[in-house]
């Protein structure tokens, strides 16, 4: 029974609908900076707790936004504790280097999630509007093909799978696919033919797409494969919306979408590739992918040479990478800073804005350890300064610093926007070993005369730099 009038009952839902859209794209741009990030996350947070309260309190308004809410009320509030209770404690205990993977799982979720939803509605087989019908199809497909997807780029990033799969004709298999479910979404959207058959079929084919499209590709390039399937679910949600006549999937739908589309475009830019080459090319299996012999040798220096070096520089520009959150040396590394910047020394950050395997990994982690917001830099803020910097240093940061991209056509890297690391007088790169870096390419600055490589574990080797410019005079 409702305590409100309809007119008054409408009122409330929409200034309640109207506040979660603000708070959402608010909570959207305070994210787009360091210093107001964790806000913003605050801020998008509360409005989708208006969101699911207005949801919940429909009913005692004299509306019902969810049909079947009033009738499986305790399944809803349960099923939202285990899932809330699950996040929590994950949140807490995941490192901040397996933080990409995380993401691709709780990303795939939410496709998941927009899929069940479509999966409810066309298993009633029931008519539908056309309009309704379609959308219930699209977000059904999209949702599919994000959650499997995501649930492949979750394997690579943890390693579960270690290599990619790609046979001759593949990208017509992948159309096939992909035609298939259309037919057979066309179908079912017209009223054609809404059996259970068919709409099992469609849910097949749409994981089987997911599955197919992401196999081919690298784990180097998972952090684009991240923030696309994210711009997907995000559409997903929105067609969900639509149907279900929900506005606040509607409102967050659409605010994802829009949102990852963009980074997706960005990260795509960042790595030299156009988004179609992303959709449609197998890009990142760079494995198998040759490129050119790279001359001269690695040229080791140890910790107490370098910290001298940098105690007695003017200018140091630390370069960071996934190498540098593997050894969790972050809080390290800020205690070799601030050393320096006690000696005189100017210190800057320089991130790419691919380094490490998500967008602002690096950011997330060296706020983690304290760094000021003020000397961490982005690549075009920050490029020209190397030439003037006397000391390049580059923890685990592999791909961003390879000069073969600028110069190289046979590399896979080439003309992918590079941090300019080697135009520096010296370049000290602490690296474990070796080996060749995340996508498996050579990089030739570990090869140039200005360049000295310090071996070891990123966080003793940042320790042995801290020792050796305390005990510089």
Excluded at 352 to 375: K, T
Excluded at 398 to 410: G, L
Aim: charged share 10%; aromatic share 8%; hydrophobic share 50%.
């Amino acid at each position: 029974m409702s305590f409100l009038n309809p007119v008054a009952t409408k009122w409330l839902i929409d200034i309640a609908y109207f506040a979660t859209a603000f708070l959402f794209i608010m909570g959207l741009k305070r994210m787009a900076s360091p210093v107001t990030a964790r806000s913003g996350i605050v801020w998008a947070g509360g409005g989708m707790l208006i969101a699911t309260l207005v949801t919940f309190l429909a009913p005692s308004l004299g509306t019902e936004l969810s049909p079947h809410l009033s009738t499986n009320m305790v399944l809803v509030v349960v099923a939202i504790a285990i899932g809330g209770g699950i996040a929590w404690v994950s949140g807490q205990r995941v490192a901040m280097t397996d933080m990409p993977q995380m993401i691709a799982l709780y990303n795939g979720m939410g496709g998941g999630a927009a899929a069940a939803i479509a999966a409810v509605e066309l298993y009633k087989g029931e008519e539908h509007t056309l309009v309704a019908g379609t959308l219930a199809v699209l977000g059904g497909l999209i949702g599919g093909v994000s959650f499997s997807g995501s649930g492949i780029a979750f394997g690579k990033l943890q390693g579960l799978i270690k290599k990619s799969y790609r046979f001759g004709g593949q990208q017509f298999v992948n159309m096939l696919i992909l035609a298939g479910a259309l037919v057979v979404g066309g179908l079912i959207a017209t009223g054609t033919n809404t059996s259970m058959e068919a709409v099992t079929l469609f849910f097949v084919l749409s994981l089987l797409l997911g599955l197919t499209m992401t196999l081919p590709i690298g784990g180097a390039d998972m952090p684009v494969v991240i923030s696309l399937y994210n711009a997907l679910t995000g559409l997903a949600v929105a067609f969900e919306g639509f149907v279900t006549q929900n506005t606040a999937m509607i409102i967050a739908g659409t605010v994802v979408g829009s949102a990852g589309s963009l980074l997706t475009q960005l990260m795509a830019k960042a790595m030299n590739r156009s988004l179609g080459n992303v959709l449609f090319s197998g890009f990142g299996d760079t494995s198998s992918a040759a490129t050119g012999p790279v001359t001269g040798s690695q040229k080791p220096i140890d910790a107490s040479d370098a910290g001298v070096a940098m105690a007695f520089a003017q200018k140091v520009i630390i370069v960071p990478g996934y190498g540098m959150a593997v050894a969790q040396a972050q809080h390290k590394v800020w205690e070799m800073t601030q050393l320096l910047i006690d000696r005189g020394v100017t210190v800057k950050f320089a991130i790419h804005p691919v380094a490490g395997r998500m967008p602002g990994h690096m950011n997330v982690l060296l706020a983690e350890a304290g760094v000021p917001y003020d000397i961490i830099a982005d690549l075009d803020e920050i490029n020209a300064e190397f030439e003037t910097a006397d000391v390049a240093l580059i923890i685990g940061a592999n791909d961003v610093v390879n000069p073969v991209a600028r110069n190289d056509k046979s590399s896979p890297i080439y003309g992918m926007p590079i941090l300019n690391a080697d135009k520096a007088k010296t370049c000290i790169v602490i690296k474990r070993g070796q080996g060749q870096g995340f996508s498996g390419i050579e990089n030739a600055l570990f090869y140039l005369d200005n360049t000295r490589l310090l071996y070891g574990d990123g966080q003793k080797a940042a320790a042995g730099l801290i020792a050796a410019i305390k005990a510089v005079d």
